[in-house]
């Protein structure tokens, strides 16, 4: 069982940046993969970053990265575009399933 919280999440301009946060809980030690992901309105869900790929939309803005020391991880998003606006999803993966969030708005405007 694995617990996921996401924040970090916010209203911010075009150029702009923001770090998201993923705190882990519960059976931390069973997870092998972990990534963000998201969903525009009207969109499905996609991959955003994991700790060896991103989507080629976010490539040299997006950065995943991790202290193991408060079991979270973060996204940190540079250069922010308004069609980078979605519902940010933090995901686990062990042996039996993947856990997902709860999600944290991220939306870019003017």
């Known amino acids: 069982q694995v617990q996921l919280v996401e924040s970090g999440g916010g209203l911010v301009q075009p150029g702009g940046s923001l770090r998201l946060s993923c705190a882990a809980s519960?059976?931390?030690?069973?997870?092998?993969?972990m990534g963000w992901y998201r969903q525009a309105p009207g969109k499905q869900r996609e991959l955003v970053a994991t700790?060896?790929n991103y989507a080629d939309s976010v490539k040299g803005r997006f950065t995943i990265s991790r202290d193991n020391a408060k079991n979270t991880v973060y996204l940190q998003m540079n250069s922010l575009k308004p069609e980078d606006t979605a519902v940010y999803y933090c995901?686990?993966?062990?042996?039996?399933?993947?856990?997902w969030g709860q999600g944290t708005q991220v939306t870019v405007s003017s």
């Open positions: 519960g059976s931390i030690f069973s997870i092998y993969a």
């Open positions: 700790y060896t």
């Open positions: 995901k686990a993966r062990n042996e039996y399933k993947s856990y």
